[in-house]
Nanobody, 121 residues
Framework: QVQLVESGGGLVQPGGSLRLSCAAS????????MAWYRQAPGKERELVAH???????TYADSVKGRFTISRDNAKNAVYLQMNSLGPEDAAVYYC???????????????WGKGTLITVSP
């Protein structure tokens, strides 16, 4: 069993910053790709940022230049630094990882439960 636990969400004023963290725990052989997704009310879940096991990074166009994804392989963790937040960034943010385990040697999709970000004056 693998668990992803996010932290760092909350209320922020427009123009403010937040840093999300996510750590994987359990029977882990290796963590491959990691990513952050978000889902706003009434909208589909969308990819925000993605980082491969070798550090290749992609961002959604809407967050380029404002968000930064990073990872700490020693901690099986991924982070999302979010700057210049606006109302359009308000959503539930989900951590995602492809995790290799003794049962799923090539990796299995894992999701966190999500953390809410509210952007309001």
């Amino acid at each position: 069993q693998v668990q992803l636990v996010e932290s760092g969400g909350g209320l922020v004023q427009p123009g403010g910053s937040l840093r999300l963290s996510c750590a994987a725990s359990g029977s882990i052989l290796r963590v491959n790709a990691m990513a952050w997704y978000r889902q706003a009310p009434g909208k589909e879940r969308e990819l925000v940022a993605h980082i491969t096991g070798t550090g290749l990074i992609t961002y959604a166009d809407s967050v380029k230049g404002r968000f930064t994804i990073s990872r700490d392989n020693a901690k099986n963790a991924v982070y999302l630094q979010m700057n210049s937040l606006g109302p359009e960034d308000a959503a539930v943010y989900y951590c995602y990882a492809v995790v290799a385990t003794p049962v799923h040697y090539y990796g299995v999709d894992c999701w966190g439960k999500g953390t809410l970000i509210t952007v309001s004056p």
